[in-house]
């Protein structure tokens, strides 16, 4: 009886041992040798296909040396890809922050009537500098050898957001024959940072910077046309390109810009004196006592402690680009002014309702005029508005022509008028449903139909599915040509000071002079 146990248990083994070999013989094609890959450097990066077999995708690629120890607070240091096979499956660690854009998303679901849970927090490290990339398979392009490249940076007002929110994931883009690359760059006191000890302040500018200068390098690598490399940005990354068009470091790296919903940097005259004021009240609170070696003393602080006091120092600053006399060499309108932007196609605009989900519910229009327009132009403005039907709504379209609208309009007109060309989009579509009303076209509202990346929580529908493909076909035009226009989509005119026509986005479209336009008579950028 136990010699045939014994022969039972060997049959048993053989068996086991055959599936293993039938299982090892037909593994799936994605395995690390089918998988995609890139040669960067003396690397070998693996990738993934899409799902669907139309993309393949590498992400958490580092660009520049981890900013930590000595690199805290100091220019990036290009990554050295030496010999090895590095597998990028996965995104790395967003950038040190706090809740912000999480709770930012998480108000967005609810005010959709949606479960907040469903917004996961990344997992964060001061170690955060790679980008990720997606790109058609080589099989599903064939016309184009080297294709247009979008560089996306994000927004978050400097201080939160990561290259991989649900709605940047570049995939869907990237099957209309671009290849979508999103990058990480430093955040809050980590990025922009200015204190006596530093000679730079703007961190997270020249990180962007370095991503720019690894995405040149490698361009031909990844199979993107140096030639045909397009940022864009939505919110504070848009408000980044501004710089990136202006600054010395970054001239050449790219030529052309898609800018959504930012206008702030137009009125920024921060310097590295005024932000002084702040990191020197956080190298206090870091440190207990008088050091001699100040730098050295704070890059040896644990990040979670640099991150927690920075909460409470900077509450209420906006981390915005200093002027500081290493990246940036002086305000941006002064720049502007003296005509020297770099020369660049653009494609910038702004939505119907980018302040509703910000509004003072205590603030009247009143109140607002007095604080945010000059006084003989209150009159004006209000008649204006007044016909609006309540003053919600009136303070919406005050506050969004003031800091969105009339800003992009300027810098189109300002790049029309400097050998450039400039296409300006108004975009106005809400969501179906009473909930969706309540949020109206808000700030980023566009970024789904960009990337073709509508949330499950989002009310969708057929108008939505067409508008996205429309919009999308219109960016990846524009990134592929220099031009958003091709024979099948209704023409969208180039805008100038003299013919300032914008292409409407939304039930319908439509091309006029932009609604709102008149507010910026009074409230737009005066230089």
Request: aromatic share 10%.
């Amino acid at each position: 009886m136990a010699n045939n146990m014994s022969k039972i248990k060997v049959a048993i083994l053989c068996i086991v041992l055959v599936v293993s070999l039938i299982g090892c013989m037909t593994e799936p094609a994605d395995t690390q040798s089918k998988r995609p890959s890139l040669t960067i450097g003396e690397s070998i990066v693996i990738g993934k296909h899409s799902e669907d077999g139309r993309t393949e995708s590498f992400l958490g690629i580092p660009f520049a040396q981890p900013p930590v120890g000595d690199l805290r607070w100091a220019p990036p240091v290009a990554f050295t890809h030496s010999k090895d096979t590095f597998l990028a499956d996965n995104f790395a660690p967003a950038c040190m922050q706090g809740s912000r854009i999480t709770q930012w998303y998480k108000n967005v679901v609810q005010g959709f009537g949606g479960d907040p849970r469903v917004v996961i927090a990344p997992k964060v490290s001061e170690d955060c500098l790679y980008l990720n990339i997606w790109r058609p398979t080589t099989s599903s392009h064939t016309d184009d050898p080297l294709l247009p490249i979008i560089v996306y940076i994000h927004g978050g007002s400097n201080k939160a957001g990561w290259s991989y929110e649900p709605n940047y994931i570049g995939k869907n883009m990237a099957t209309d024959g671009v290849i979508v690359i999103s990058i990480a760059y430093r955040l809050g006191a980590f990025g922009y940072f200015s204190h006596p000890a530093f000679e730079h302040s703007n961190f997270g500018l020249l990180d962007m910077v370095e991503a720019l200068r690894w995405i040149n390098q490698n361009s031909i690598a990844i199979g993107g046309d140096p030639t045909r490399i397009t940022l864009m940005g939505e919110s504070a990354g848009a408000g980044n390109i501004d710089y990136l068009m202006a600054i010395p470091a970054s001239k050449g790296l790219f030529s052309r810009a898609i800018h959504q919903s930012s206008g702030s940097a137009m009125s920024n005259r921060a310097t590295k004196e005024d932000d002084t004021v702040l990191g020197i009240a956080l190298a206090k609170k870091l440190l207990a006592t008088e050091i001699t070696d100040v730098a050295q003393e704070l890059r040896q602080i644990p990040a979670d402690t640099v991150l927690y006091a920075s909460e409470v120092i900077y509450k209420d600053h906006y981390y915005d680009n200093a002027v500081d006399g290493q990246s940036v060499l002086e305000p941006l309108v002064d720049t502007i002014k003296a005509k020297k932007l770099h020369t660049t196609e653009l494609l910038i605009g702004s939505n119907e309702h980018e302040s509703l989900m910000y509004l003072n519910e205590n603030l009247s229009v009143e109140e607002w005029l007095q604080s945010e327009a000059n006084s003989e132009d209150i009159m004006a403005l209000q008649l204006l508005v007044d016909h609006f039907p309540n003053e919600q709504d009136q303070l919406n379209m005050l506050s969004t022509a003031k800091t969105f609208l009339c800003p992009a309009l300027r810098l189109a007109e300002e790049i029309s008028g400097m050998r450039g060309h400039s296409w300006v989009y108004y975009f106005n579509r809400q969501r179906d449903g009473e909930m969706a009303a309540t949020m109206g076209a808000y700030h980023g509202a566009e970024l789904p139909y960009v990337f073709d990346t509508h949330d499950d929580w989002l009310p969708t529908s057929q108008v939505d599915r067409q508008l996205t493909d429309l919009i999308k076909r219109y960016w990846v035009n524009f990134a592929t040509t220099g031009n958003p226009n091709d024979d099948d989509l209704t023409f969208w005119p180039q805008f100038t000071a003299q013919i300032p026509k914008v292409i409407t986005l939304g039930n319908t479209i439509d091309v006029s002079t932009h609604s709102q336009a008149a507010l910026c008579e009074f409230l737009g950028p005066r230089f």
